[in-house]
């Protein structure tokens, strides 16, 4: 089949190089929205006298068999024709003859291409903010579930202090939501129509651009067709959204590894998400953990990749633009995936109250409040933190538990030591204790509950 641009050339692309500079391979993803800026562009075209009504007509009406014939597999995708864009206009001329060949006027591909990316990102980026949002909704739901349960928090992945397990997941409810508002704000950007820049200048036809932007539902226009057709920024927004997201999503999958551990015991991930060995019998390995921990290499190799793609393009469209799509698809199909396998796995993972509970006081956990208990009584912090430290490794050497020490052992570290530490030094003790804003004491962490529960709505 001739090219759409074959008018200049004496001799026919050679075979290596149409497989070399095709797209048709990735980008027919892109046929919904590319079709439906084409039927948006074609009711412009009309509207303002540049087509005839019923010449826009039959376009429309070409296009929407060949969004038939696309949706339903029917449709021949044709590497020579290198994209989505040439193989639906191609497709359409063949169906309509000459009036085929009017679509295009007042557009090039540059403008096209940058308009169908922002359309499937608009999408897409909805998509994922659903999700995102339903995870949220499962992490506030266990947190909630969860009121009571104790574990001990972490820092340098030693025991460091006692924490309500919801705390320990809302945790991630804030991350997630600042992962929302980077999308939406994304979308800000995105949600701009840059159609109508052409191939770089723009048009001498008389084009109403805002109405199309109207038609497909854009906050507003592009204002500089220079920019409109280089720019990718609002992909590398997306991409870089998203490397924070899966980062996130690749913390709580460690931590599901490690809880799952014999050595943790704080979980029991489901048998229908894990997966067995080949040759242990006994294993139960979290596979799909360990995927979402994996795939974030990929996520952040995308953005990196898009970055250097765009660091040398002199201005304005070059064709080292069309290596922008693979990581965006790549991107986008990784997050929705781990998100979607996340929201199925974890409503059924089983948590381990009581281990959690029984270590959460382990290793002097509640030393802190012994210094924090001398602090009230007027002791400056540092030496009360000498002085608790120095009961600590009596405990070590006596083999003894803090809550194990007489109130005469206590006694010689500081006589302001009374019989109400006892009342400081279980791990309940000194989770309540903690109803600084932000906290883990239970009514603290309620009050965060019912704050992401209004947010997330
Ligand atoms: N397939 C191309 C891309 O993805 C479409 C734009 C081509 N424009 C051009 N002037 N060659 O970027």
């Not at 530490?421 to 004491?441: C, F, L, N, Q």
């Amino acid at each position: 089949m001739k090219k759409p641009w074959a008018g200049r050339f004496k001799e026919k692309t050679s075979k290596t190089v149409e497989s070399f500079t095709e797209s048709i391979s990735f980008d027919h993803r892109l046929w919904r929205y590319d079709i439906e800026g084409s039927i948006a562009h074609t009711k412009m075209l009309c509207k303002q006298g540049i087509i005839t009504k019923a010449d826009s007509e039959k376009i429309i009406n070409g296009l929407e068999i060949i969004a038939k014939e696309i949706g339903t597999g029917k449709f021949k995708f044709r590497e020579d024709l290198e994209d989505i864009h040439m193989n639906i206009e191609a497709a359409l001329i063949k169906k309509l003859g000459n009036v085929g060949g009017k679509l295009h006027t007042a557009r090039s591909r540059n403008d096209q291409v940058a308009l169908d990316l922002r359309l499937y990102l608009r999408a897409e980026i909805k998509e994922i903010l659903s999700l995102i949002k339903k995870f949220q909704k499962i992490l506030l739901n266990m947190a909630t579930n969860h009121l009571n349960s104790l574990m001990p928090g972490y820092t340098h992945l030693q025991r460091a202090q006692p924490v309500l397990f919801s705390h320990h997941l809302l945790a991630y409810v804030e991350m997630l939501q600042r992962d929302n508002e980077r999308f939406k704000d994304a979308l800000k950007r995105i949600n701009l129509l840059p159609l109508g820049s052409c191939a770089i200048a723009g048009t001498a036809l008389p084009i109403d651009r805002g109405y199309v932007a109207k038609l497909l539902d854009f906050k507003g226009i592009s204002q500089n067709s220079i920019d409109a057709v280089s720019d990718r920024d609002f992909a590398i927004e997306f991409l870089s959204s998203a490397a924070l997201l899966i980062m996130h999503l690749s913390r709580l999958a460690e931590e599901l590894i490690l809880w799952s551990t014999e050595e943790f015991r704080f979980i029991e991930l489901p048998d229908a998400f894990t997966t067995g060995s080949s040759i242990m019998p006994q294993k139960k390995n979290p596979d799909v953990a360990e995927l979402i921990r994996g795939k974030t290499g990929r996520v952040y190799g995308n953005l990196l990749s898009l970055l250097t793609v765009m660091k040398g393009i002199p201005l304005s469209y070059n064709r080292d633009l069309q290596e922008d799509k693979l990581p965006v698809f790549d991107t986008v199909e990784t997050v929705k995936s781990c998100l979607i396998v996340l929201n199925e796995m974890l409503p059924s993972i089983k948590v381990n109250t009581k281990r959690m509970h029984e270590t959460a006081g382990d290793a002097y956990s509640t030393a802190t409040d012994i210094a924090e208990y001398l602090v009230k009584k007027g002791v400056p912090f540092r030496k009360a933190h000498k002085i608790t430290g120095k009961i600590v490794l009596y405990c070590i050497k006596e083999k003894k538990k803090l809550e194990e020490l007489s109130i005469n052992e206590l006694k010689k570290f500081s006589p302001l030591i009374k019989k109400d530490i006892y009342s400081h030094i279980e791990a309940e003790d000194s989770v309540k204790a903690k109803t600084s804003r932000g906290g883990t004491a239970p009514d603290e962490v309620r009050r965060q509950i019912r704050r992401l529960d209004n947010l997330i709505k």
